[in-house]
Structures are given as C-alpha cells and as structure tokens.
C-alpha cells in the first residue's frame, strides 16, 4: 500500500536553529514528491517538487532533498515567519497522490 | 492573478439536503482534484480529474460525486450530505507532468 509517513508531528525552534523535517514514503512507481507549506485557515502553498534520488531543490532558507525511500526539508536560519504546517505528497504511478499528515513548525523568537 | 477559486468559503447544511461546492481555474490546468482535510488524517483525496469528461476516484469517495464538462470547472456535489462528512475541503489544479498543485483558499462544510 502506498503511504507517506512525516516525522516529527511537530517541531519548536529558536529563531537561528536550522533543523530538518522528514518524509518517508513507500509507492509503487513514483513519479514525483512535493512539499507544501500550509498557514492556518488557508490552502496549501507549492515549494518544490523532486523527481529522483539525489535531487535537491532550494528556496529562501529552505532546501528539500530526495533519497530512494525518503526526502528531507533542511531549515537553516529560521525565522518566525517560517512557522507553518509543512506537508509532503507523493505521486504514483497511477496519479493518485497521496499526502502526509504534516510537521507543525513552530519558530519562537 | 492564476489561482483556483472555490465557493462558498463555509457552508452550513442539514443531513440529506443535496449541495454543491463549485471550482473554477484560470490557468488552463489539465489535472484538477478535490480533498478534505481532517484532524489527524491530513489531506485524502476524493476525486481527480486528468482532463474533461475523464474523472477518477481517489482514496475517499463515498458519498460524492464529480463532473468535469469544461476544463476550467471541476464541481463537488454531496447528493445527500451525513454529519461525517464535515470537513474542510480543497479543490486543487496543475498541469499534468508539472507536479506542484495551486490549491484553493478552502470550504468549510458543517452538516447537522
């Protein structure tokens, strides 16, 4: 069965401690992994997508990799406004995507 | 501004009574889902769509139904709404190969 599995539920950092969050997946024939930001009341926004093994995307201070059976989004620097839920999807080869529960980020200053 | 519009925002209702949640998008997309997103379950997808007249169950979809006549609109009908079915719900597009979905600003759907 093809799942995604975030880690951790949810992360609190200082302002200035870079971190990473996790998404593991098991899909038959992936076709793409996607990382989204969401605010509360509102829509998830794109960040990035990634397609094979080795790849790596950035944006700002956020920087997303992708292994075999798992992709990484590396925060370095964060600020608050960096606080947000961050959600991974996978696309499979049947276009189904399937999202994860997300990481609750949560960057005091 | 390209982005996906959805209507209405919230939505009160009472079991049985039947209901749409229109989609509309400007940009053209070929691929055009809908989701609800619960606490605890995170986002599960109920249809999708990878062009007009071609729509395809997702994980979750018991209880709706979809249609797709024009590309840019991809309506969420509950024939006969249960209280299970509260929920916040998206639609979502992109182009097909391009990855990265613009989702909508969201309904949210209460049936008593």
């Known amino acids: 069965e093809d799942q995604v599995t975030q880690s951790p539920e949810a992360l609190r950092l200082q302002e200035g401690e870079s971190s990473s969050l996790n998404c593991s997946y098991t899909v038959s024939g992936l076709r793409g992994l996607f990382w989204y930001r969401q605010d509360p009341g509102k829509g998830p926004e794109f960040l990035f997508t990634l397609y094979s093994a080795g790849e790596e995307k950035e944006k700002e201070r956020l920087k997303a990799t992708l292994t075999k059976k798992e992709s990484f989004l590396h925060i370095t620097a964060p600020k608050p406004e960096d606080s947000a839920t961050y959600l991974c999807?996978?696309?499979?080869?049947?276009?189904?995507?399937?999202f994860g529960k997300g990481t609750r980020l949560h960057i005091l200053p | 501004e390209a982005q996906v519009t959805q209507n209405p925002r919230y939505l009160i209702t009472v079991t049985g009574k039947k209901l749409t949640v229109t989609c509309s998008q400007n940009?053209?997309?070929?691929?055009m889902s809908w989701y609800r997103q619960d606490p605890g379950l995170g986002l599960r997808q109920i249809y999708y769509s990878m062009n007009v007249e071609v729509t395809d169950k997702g994980d979750v979809p018991e209880g709706y139904k979809v249609s797709r006549k024009e590309k840019r609109n991809f309506p969420l009908i509950l024939e006969s709404p249960s209280p299970n079915q509260t929920s916040l719900y998206f639609c979502a597009s992109s182009l097909i190969g391009e990855g990265g979905y613009t989702f909508g600003s969201g309904t949210r759907l209460t049936v008593v």
């Open positions: 999807a996978v696309q499979a080869g049947d276009d189904k995507i399937i």
């Open positions: 940009m053209n997309h070929e691929y």
